[in-house]
């Protein structure tokens, strides 16, 4: 993120994002399916099974015929029991950020501003994200920095809080299948099932955060996550001029 602080003027933000997914494989469909069941793969040979040891765990078949890998321009095959046993994932980009309105370093304010990514998959168990920082403070231009957002409890803040002698940097998700931090209750985060609009903010680390938990496949159509972020100054606080820039990852991962 890029963020401008000149004294008696304005300001100007931009988000600089870093996208990681996790896994991008062929898609799989299941064989057969009910109200209540899907059988993904089933399986004609002659032995094999799941084998375990204290380390380890094995799936095997053996007997079965016409497997391996082909491929074409368009398409590409992984036949056999063991090996379509994979799961397709994307993620879209997101659009750099513009935070607005533009802020004076001297005069403080509130600034906004969000980008989408969609994320489609066919993995049975769902899909997670998370976000993390490249730096700690997230925010800094040489030695100068804007502190990370600090909850005043154990979950995010239901409101984003900005006293007068505050100067800080926070984000909040907004989708569906949010992680249970970042879901309320109408008045708090960390509990309920609401999506409040820019509520549950929270400031940014360097591990990994879980923003989103979904427990199940979503394609075609995918779902999409907001991610807000806002920066604070406070009205009694001077932020020395220049270029603030923060670095985020966002990872999709199948489970």
């Known amino acids: 993120m890029h963020l401008f602080f000149h004294p008696h003027s304005v300001g100007k933000a931009f988000i600089a994002t ?29 032995g094999g099974g799941r084998s375990t040891s204290t380390n380890y765990g094995l799936e095997s078949t053996a007997g079965e015929i016409a497997t391996g890998n ?12 063991q090996q379509m046993q994979e799961v397709f994932l994307s993620m879209s980009v997101p659009s750099p950020v513009t935070l607005s309105p533009s802020l004076g370093g001297l005069t403080g304010g509130i600034s906004t501003g969000s980008t989408s990514l969609v994320v489609v998959t066919d993995s049975p168990a769902g ?6 920082a490249s730096s700690s403070p997230a925010m800094r231009s040489g030695v100068n920095t804007i502190a990370d957002y600090v909850p005043s409890g154990a979950v995010p803040d239901f409101t984003f809080v ?3 002698t505050d100067v ?8 569906t299948n949010l992680a249970t931090r970042y879901k309320d209750n109408g008045a708090a985060c960390g509990v309920g099932a609401l999506d409040s609009a820019q509520r549950c903010w929270d400031g940014l680390s360097t591990t990994d955060r879980t923003i989103v938990n979904a427990t199940a496949a ?14 604070g100054i406070g009205g009694s606080v001077a932020v020395p001029t220049g270029t603030y820039t923060a670095t985020t990852t966002i990872t999709a991962l199948p489970l």
């Open 218 to 231: 979503n394609q075609p159509a995918g779902a999409t996550t907001t991610i807000r972020f806002q920066v």
């Open 18 to 46: 870093v996208l990681c997914v996790a896994l991008l494989q062929v898609a799989s469909a299941q064989v057969m399916s009910s109200a209540n069941y899907k059988i993904q793969s089933d399986s004609v040979n002659t």
């Open 127 to 132: 899909y997670q994200i998370t976000i993390r």
């Open 162 to 164: 900005n006293v007068p």
């Open 168 to 175: 800080h940097f926070a984000f909040s998700p907004e989708g």
């Open 70 to 81: 082909s491929s074409s321009t368009n398409y590409q095959m992984r036949a056999g029991y």
